[in-house]
Protein backbone atom coordinates (compact mmCIF):
# COMPACT_ATOMS: atom_id res chain seq x y z
CA UNK A 1 0.00 0.00 0.00
CA UNK A 2 1.21 3.70 -1.10
CA UNK A 3 -0.12 6.15 1.16
CA UNK A 4 -0.20 10.19 -0.19
CA UNK A 5 -1.08 12.63 1.64
CA UNK A 6 -2.41 16.30 0.06
CA UNK A 7 -4.83 19.12 0.52
CA UNK A 8 -7.94 20.04 -1.04
CA UNK A 9 -8.28 23.85 -1.98
CA UNK A 10 -10.05 24.84 1.07
CA UNK A 11 -7.31 23.20 3.36
CA UNK A 12 -9.07 20.05 3.65
CA UNK A 13 -7.02 16.60 3.69
CA UNK A 14 -7.36 14.02 1.71
CA UNK A 15 -5.29 10.93 1.19
CA UNK A 16 -4.59 8.81 -1.43
CA UNK A 17 -4.51 4.68 -0.47
CA UNK A 18 -2.97 3.04 -4.16
CA UNK A 19 -1.91 -0.73 -4.58
CA UNK A 20 0.74 0.05 -6.64
CA UNK A 21 3.62 1.38 -5.03
CA UNK A 22 5.16 3.60 -8.10
CA UNK A 23 1.92 5.48 -8.42
CA UNK A 24 2.19 9.18 -8.38
CA UNK A 25 -0.36 11.41 -7.28
CA UNK A 26 0.52 15.27 -7.87
CA UNK A 27 -2.75 16.67 -8.95
CA UNK A 28 -4.53 19.92 -7.46
CA UNK A 29 -7.29 21.12 -6.80
CA UNK A 30 -8.56 23.46 -9.26
CA UNK A 31 -11.89 24.66 -7.41
CA UNK A 32 -12.23 27.93 -6.16
CA UNK A 33 -13.28 27.16 -2.39
CA UNK A 34 -13.68 29.12 0.73
CA UNK A 35 -12.61 27.54 3.88
CA UNK A 36 -15.08 25.28 5.14
CA UNK A 37 -17.29 26.57 7.98
CA UNK A 38 -19.13 24.17 10.40
CA UNK A 39 -21.26 25.17 13.07
CA UNK A 40 -21.23 21.64 14.90
CA UNK A 41 -21.52 21.36 19.09
CA UNK A 42 -22.12 18.32 21.26
CA UNK A 43 -25.04 18.71 23.67
CA UNK A 44 -25.58 16.48 26.62
CA UNK A 45 -29.06 15.01 27.08
CA UNK A 46 -29.08 15.44 31.16
CA UNK A 47 -32.33 12.54 31.26
CA UNK A 48 -30.48 9.83 29.13
CA UNK A 49 -26.84 10.74 29.33
CA UNK A 50 -25.82 10.69 25.73
CA UNK A 51 -24.49 13.38 23.45
CA UNK A 52 -26.57 14.65 20.31
CA UNK A 53 -24.38 16.80 17.36
CA UNK A 54 -26.28 20.08 16.21
CA UNK A 55 -24.83 20.63 12.75
CA UNK A 56 -27.04 22.82 10.95
CA UNK A 57 -24.89 23.52 8.26
CA UNK A 58 -25.63 19.82 6.88
CA UNK A 59 -28.74 21.47 5.50
CA UNK A 60 -26.37 22.47 2.55
CA UNK A 61 -24.65 19.25 1.79
CA UNK A 62 -24.72 17.85 -1.53
CA UNK A 63 -28.20 15.27 -2.02
CA UNK A 64 -28.77 12.45 -5.09
CA UNK A 65 -26.18 14.52 -7.46
CA UNK A 66 -27.04 13.17 -11.60
CA UNK A 67 -23.95 10.67 -11.92
CA UNK A 68 -22.14 13.16 -14.24
CA UNK A 69 -22.16 15.12 -11.02
CA UNK A 70 -20.95 13.07 -8.50
CA UNK A 71 -18.59 14.94 -6.19
CA UNK A 72 -16.64 11.30 -5.41
CA UNK A 73 -15.81 10.16 -9.27
CA UNK A 74 -12.46 11.13 -10.17
CA UNK A 75 -12.13 14.78 -12.11
CA UNK A 76 -11.97 15.00 -15.29
CA UNK A 77 -11.12 17.33 -17.30
CA UNK A 78 -13.47 20.37 -16.63
CA UNK A 79 -15.63 18.43 -14.62
CA UNK A 80 -14.18 18.87 -10.74
CA UNK A 81 -14.92 17.32 -8.03
CA UNK A 82 -13.87 16.22 -4.39
CA UNK A 83 -10.74 14.09 -5.93
CA UNK A 84 -8.49 15.77 -8.26
CA UNK A 85 -6.71 13.36 -9.39
CA UNK A 86 -8.40 11.24 -12.83
CA UNK A 87 -8.00 7.68 -10.80
CA UNK A 88 -7.82 6.24 -7.53
CA UNK A 89 -8.39 3.00 -5.81
CA UNK A 90 -9.08 4.42 -2.45
CA UNK A 91 -9.14 7.42 -1.33
CA UNK A 92 -9.99 9.38 2.44
CA UNK A 93 -11.32 13.25 2.90
CA UNK A 94 -12.79 15.77 5.53
CA UNK A 95 -16.13 15.74 5.18
CA UNK A 96 -17.24 18.72 3.81
CA UNK A 97 -20.41 18.84 5.88
CA UNK A 98 -18.79 17.31 8.88
CA UNK A 99 -21.39 16.27 11.94
CA UNK A 100 -18.34 16.68 14.16
CA UNK A 101 -15.44 19.16 13.58
CA UNK A 102 -13.08 20.88 15.61
CA UNK A 103 -12.94 20.22 19.57
CA UNK A 104 -16.18 17.90 18.50
CA UNK A 105 -14.14 14.97 16.65
CA UNK A 106 -13.75 14.84 13.03
CA UNK A 107 -15.10 13.15 9.88
CA UNK A 108 -14.05 11.30 6.87
CA UNK A 109 -15.51 10.21 3.52
CA UNK A 110 -13.88 6.46 2.91
CA UNK A 111 -14.37 5.89 -1.49
CA UNK A 112 -13.89 2.19 -1.96
CA UNK A 113 -13.50 2.67 -5.73
CA UNK A 114 -13.50 5.19 -8.34
CA UNK A 115 -16.34 2.99 -10.37
CA UNK A 116 -19.46 4.94 -9.57
CA UNK A 117 -21.82 1.92 -10.38
CA UNK A 118 -19.82 -0.57 -8.30
CA UNK A 119 -20.38 -1.44 -4.80
CA UNK A 120 -18.35 -2.61 -2.16
CA UNK A 121 -19.63 -6.07 -2.80
CA UNK A 122 -18.00 -5.97 -6.24
CA UNK A 123 -14.14 -5.16 -5.10
CA UNK A 124 -11.85 -7.78 -5.62
CA UNK A 125 -10.09 -9.12 -2.67
CA UNK A 126 -6.79 -7.64 -2.98
CA UNK A 127 -9.11 -4.22 -3.06
CA UNK A 128 -11.23 -5.18 -0.41
CA UNK A 129 -7.92 -5.29 1.70
CA UNK A 130 -7.01 -2.30 0.53
CA UNK A 131 -9.98 -0.50 1.96
CA UNK A 132 -9.58 -2.46 5.50
CA UNK A 133 -5.98 -1.45 5.24
CA UNK A 134 -6.88 2.09 4.84
CA UNK A 135 -9.85 1.72 8.04
CA UNK A 136 -6.60 0.48 9.88
CA UNK A 137 -4.62 3.23 8.71
CA UNK A 138 -7.01 6.39 9.36
CA UNK A 139 -8.21 4.94 13.08
CA UNK A 140 -4.74 4.73 14.07
CA UNK A 141 -3.85 8.49 13.07
CA UNK A 142 -7.23 9.62 14.66
CA UNK A 143 -6.81 7.38 17.38
CA UNK A 144 -3.79 10.08 18.27
CA UNK A 145 -5.89 13.47 17.84
CA UNK A 146 -6.42 15.05 21.45
CA UNK A 147 -10.00 15.72 21.18
CA UNK A 148 -10.77 11.75 20.14
CA UNK A 149 -11.95 8.91 22.50
CA UNK A 150 -13.28 6.56 20.10
CA UNK A 151 -12.89 5.80 16.42
CA UNK A 152 -16.10 4.41 14.05
CA UNK A 153 -15.57 3.04 10.45
CA UNK A 154 -18.98 2.26 8.60
CA UNK A 155 -21.07 2.07 5.58
CA UNK A 156 -24.56 3.14 4.29
CA UNK A 157 -26.20 2.01 1.84
CA UNK A 158 -28.89 2.88 -0.65
CA UNK A 159 -31.55 5.77 -0.47
CA UNK A 160 -33.36 4.01 2.08
CA UNK A 161 -30.86 4.35 4.68
CA UNK A 162 -30.63 7.77 4.10
CA UNK A 163 -27.61 7.73 1.89
CA UNK A 164 -27.30 11.23 -0.16
CA UNK A 165 -24.86 9.99 -2.57
CA UNK A 166 -24.70 7.07 -4.82
CA UNK A 167 -21.25 6.35 -5.17
CA UNK A 168 -19.96 3.14 -3.28
CA UNK A 169 -18.14 4.98 -0.28
CA UNK A 170 -18.27 5.04 3.86
CA UNK A 171 -17.76 7.09 6.65
CA UNK A 172 -15.24 7.49 9.58
CA UNK A 173 -16.67 9.34 12.70
CA UNK A 174 -14.15 10.22 15.19
CA UNK A 175 -15.67 11.15 18.82
CA UNK A 176 -15.20 12.97 21.58
CA UNK A 177 -16.56 10.71 23.80
CA UNK A 178 -17.46 6.72 24.50
CA UNK A 179 -20.51 6.40 22.32
CA UNK A 180 -23.65 5.03 24.49
CA UNK A 181 -23.78 1.69 22.66
CA UNK A 182 -20.36 0.95 23.61
CA UNK A 183 -20.82 1.83 27.18
CA UNK A 184 -23.88 -0.64 27.26
CA UNK A 185 -20.66 -3.44 26.31
CA UNK A 186 -18.46 -2.11 28.53
CA UNK A 187 -21.16 -2.01 31.40
CA UNK A 188 -22.02 -5.62 30.81
CA UNK A 189 -18.37 -6.53 30.39
CA UNK A 190 -18.02 -5.18 33.68
CA UNK A 191 -20.98 -6.90 35.18
CA UNK A 192 -20.51 -10.25 33.79
CA UNK A 193 -16.37 -10.29 34.24
CA UNK A 194 -17.81 -9.71 38.38
CA UNK A 195 -20.16 -12.55 38.18
CA UNK A 196 -18.40 -15.01 36.23
CA UNK A 197 -15.15 -15.47 38.14
CA UNK A 198 -13.26 -13.01 35.54
CA UNK A 199 -14.85 -14.53 31.90
CA UNK A 200 -14.79 -12.28 29.29
CA UNK A 201 -18.66 -11.40 27.89
CA UNK A 202 -17.38 -11.33 24.54
CA UNK A 203 -15.42 -14.84 24.42
CA UNK A 204 -18.90 -16.58 26.16
CA UNK A 205 -21.25 -15.13 23.12
CA UNK A 206 -18.39 -16.09 20.81
CA UNK A 207 -18.46 -19.74 22.54
CA UNK A 208 -22.22 -20.30 22.32
CA UNK A 209 -22.52 -18.82 18.66
CA UNK A 210 -19.84 -20.80 17.31
CA UNK A 211 -22.30 -24.20 18.81
CA UNK A 212 -25.59 -22.56 17.79
CA UNK A 213 -28.02 -23.08 14.62
CA UNK A 214 -27.17 -19.83 13.50
CA UNK A 215 -22.89 -19.70 11.90
CA UNK A 216 -23.40 -18.66 8.66
CA UNK A 217 -20.02 -18.53 7.53
CA UNK A 218 -16.90 -19.49 9.54
CA UNK A 219 -13.07 -18.93 8.57
CA UNK A 220 -9.98 -20.14 9.81
CA UNK A 221 -9.80 -16.81 11.40
CA UNK A 222 -13.15 -15.22 11.08
CA UNK A 223 -16.56 -16.60 12.06
CA UNK A 224 -19.80 -14.84 10.81
CA UNK A 225 -23.20 -15.21 12.55
CA UNK A 226 -26.85 -14.32 13.32
CA UNK A 227 -26.93 -12.92 17.34
CA UNK A 228 -29.46 -15.40 19.48
CA UNK A 229 -31.43 -11.35 20.21
CA UNK A 230 -30.86 -10.26 16.78
CA UNK A 231 -32.31 -6.37 16.56
CA UNK A 232 -32.73 -6.80 12.48
CA UNK A 233 -34.96 -8.58 10.49
CA UNK A 234 -31.17 -9.71 9.04
CA UNK A 235 -28.42 -8.73 11.14
CA UNK A 236 -24.76 -10.40 10.90
CA UNK A 237 -22.05 -10.04 13.47
CA UNK A 238 -18.48 -10.70 12.26
CA UNK A 239 -15.97 -11.49 14.42
CA UNK A 240 -12.28 -12.78 14.56
CA UNK A 241 -11.75 -15.98 16.21
CA UNK A 242 -8.61 -14.13 18.31
CA UNK A 243 -10.31 -11.15 20.08
CA UNK A 244 -8.29 -7.88 19.47
CA UNK A 245 -9.78 -4.39 20.84
CA UNK A 246 -9.55 -2.59 17.21
CA UNK A 247 -8.33 -3.08 13.90
CA UNK A 248 -4.44 -1.98 14.62
CA UNK A 249 -4.32 -5.52 16.59
CA UNK A 250 -5.45 -7.90 13.50
CA UNK A 251 -2.21 -10.44 13.04
CA UNK A 252 -1.55 -10.46 8.95
CA UNK A 253 -3.67 -13.64 8.84
CA UNK A 254 -6.37 -12.39 9.66
CA UNK A 255 -6.23 -9.29 7.53
CA UNK A 256 -5.63 -11.87 4.60
CA UNK A 257 -8.49 -13.37 5.02
CA UNK A 258 -10.69 -11.01 6.29
CA UNK A 259 -12.37 -9.73 2.61
CA UNK A 260 -12.95 -12.84 1.13
CA UNK A 261 -15.06 -13.29 3.60
CA UNK A 262 -16.87 -10.06 4.14
CA UNK A 263 -16.97 -10.13 0.08
CA UNK A 264 -18.85 -13.56 0.26
CA UNK A 265 -21.12 -11.56 3.23
CA UNK A 266 -22.43 -8.82 1.03
CA UNK A 267 -22.97 -10.50 -1.38
CA UNK A 268 -25.16 -12.95 0.45
CA UNK A 269 -26.95 -10.00 1.50
CA UNK A 270 -27.61 -8.64 -2.32
CA UNK A 271 -28.85 -12.46 -3.21
CA UNK A 272 -31.01 -11.99 -0.02
CA UNK A 273 -34.20 -10.84 -1.49
CA UNK A 274 -33.83 -12.48 -5.15
CA UNK A 275 -32.72 -11.00 -8.54
CA UNK A 276 -35.63 -8.90 -8.92
CA UNK A 277 -35.41 -6.93 -5.61
CA UNK A 278 -33.14 -3.21 -6.10
CA UNK A 279 -30.23 -4.19 -4.23
CA UNK A 280 -29.88 -4.08 -0.59
CA UNK A 281 -30.00 -1.25 1.66
CA UNK A 282 -27.74 -1.63 4.42
CA UNK A 283 -25.38 -0.82 7.42
CA UNK A 284 -21.88 -2.27 8.01
CA UNK A 285 -20.14 -0.43 11.29
CA UNK A 286 -17.26 -1.65 13.15
CA UNK A 287 -17.12 -1.76 16.78
CA UNK A 288 -13.71 -0.77 18.20
CA UNK A 289 -12.46 -0.18 22.17
CA UNK A 290 -12.40 3.90 22.84
CA UNK A 291 -8.76 5.45 22.87
CA UNK A 292 -9.45 7.12 26.10
CA UNK A 293 -9.21 5.59 30.00
CA UNK A 294 -12.18 3.34 30.52
CA UNK A 295 -12.84 4.81 33.76
CA UNK A 296 -16.41 3.46 35.60
CA UNK A 297 -15.96 -0.07 34.17
CA UNK A 298 -14.54 -1.62 37.11
CA UNK A 299 -12.20 -4.47 36.12
CA UNK A 300 -12.53 -4.12 32.64
CA UNK A 301 -9.49 -2.83 30.26
CA UNK A 302 -8.99 -2.03 26.35
CA UNK A 303 -8.15 -5.52 25.88
CA UNK A 304 -11.47 -6.96 27.32
CA UNK A 305 -13.00 -5.46 24.21
CA UNK A 306 -13.91 -7.00 20.99
CA UNK A 307 -13.62 -5.71 18.09
CA UNK A 308 -16.48 -6.35 15.79
CA UNK A 309 -18.23 -5.69 12.69
CA UNK A 310 -22.39 -5.59 12.36
CA UNK A 311 -23.95 -5.83 9.32
CA UNK A 312 -27.74 -5.14 8.90
CA UNK A 313 -30.28 -4.27 6.42
CA UNK A 314 -33.89 -3.09 7.00
CA UNK A 315 -35.06 -5.07 4.87
CA UNK A 316 -37.17 -7.74 5.86
CA UNK A 317 -39.19 -8.99 3.07
CA UNK A 318 -39.19 -8.39 -0.83
CA UNK A 319 -40.79 -4.95 -1.56
CA UNK A 320 -41.23 -3.98 2.87
CA UNK A 321 -38.49 -2.13 5.25
CA UNK A 322 -38.71 -2.45 8.67
CA UNK A 323 -39.22 0.84 10.03
CA UNK A 324 -38.27 1.89 13.55
CA UNK A 325 -41.71 3.13 15.21
CA UNK A 326 -43.08 3.66 18.70
CA UNK A 327 -42.08 0.69 20.38
CA UNK A 328 -38.42 0.76 18.78
CA UNK A 329 -37.88 4.36 18.03
CA UNK A 330 -39.97 5.59 21.56
CA UNK A 331 -38.73 3.11 24.28
CA UNK A 332 -35.29 1.71 22.34
CA UNK A 333 -36.91 -1.85 22.35
CA UNK A 334 -36.61 -3.58 19.36
CA UNK A 335 -39.11 -6.30 17.94
CA UNK A 336 -37.74 -8.56 14.94
CA UNK A 337 -39.80 -9.94 12.58
CA UNK A 338 -37.47 -12.84 11.24
CA UNK A 339 -36.73 -14.92 13.79
CA UNK A 340 -32.75 -15.07 13.72
CA UNK A 341 -32.24 -19.24 13.46
CA UNK A 342 -34.37 -18.30 10.15
CA UNK A 343 -32.11 -15.03 9.42
CA UNK A 344 -29.31 -17.37 9.54
CA UNK A 345 -30.58 -20.08 7.55
CA UNK A 346 -31.81 -18.01 4.82
CA UNK A 347 -28.00 -16.40 4.82
CA UNK A 348 -26.61 -19.81 4.44
CA UNK A 349 -28.64 -21.30 1.46
CA UNK A 350 -27.81 -17.78 -0.75
CA UNK A 351 -24.14 -18.68 -0.19
CA UNK A 352 -22.10 -19.04 -3.44
CA UNK A 353 -22.56 -22.22 -5.56
Known amino acids: MK ?34 ATTSEIRRDPLLG ?7 HRQGRTYHPPADQCPLCPTEGERLSEIPDSSYDVVVFENRFPSLAGDSGRCEVVCFTSDHDASFADLTPEQGRLVLDAWTDRTAELSQLPCVEQVFCFENRGAEIGVTLGHPHGQIYAYPFTTPRTALMLRSLADHKAAHAGENLFDAVLERELAAERVVLAGEHW ?13 VHLYPRRRVPD ?10 EFPQVYLELLRRFDRIFGTGEPPTPYISAWHQA ?17 LH ?12 LKFLAGSE ?15 AERLREVATS
Open 223 to 235: VAFVPYAAHWPYE
Open 290 to 306: PFGALTGYDGVTREDFA
Open 50 to 56: DRVAVAS
Open 309 to 320: LELFTIRRTPGK
Open 3 to 36: KTPTLLADGRELIYYDLRDDTVRDAVDRRPLDRT
Open 329 to 343: SGMNVFINDVPPERA
Open 247 to 256: LLALDEAART
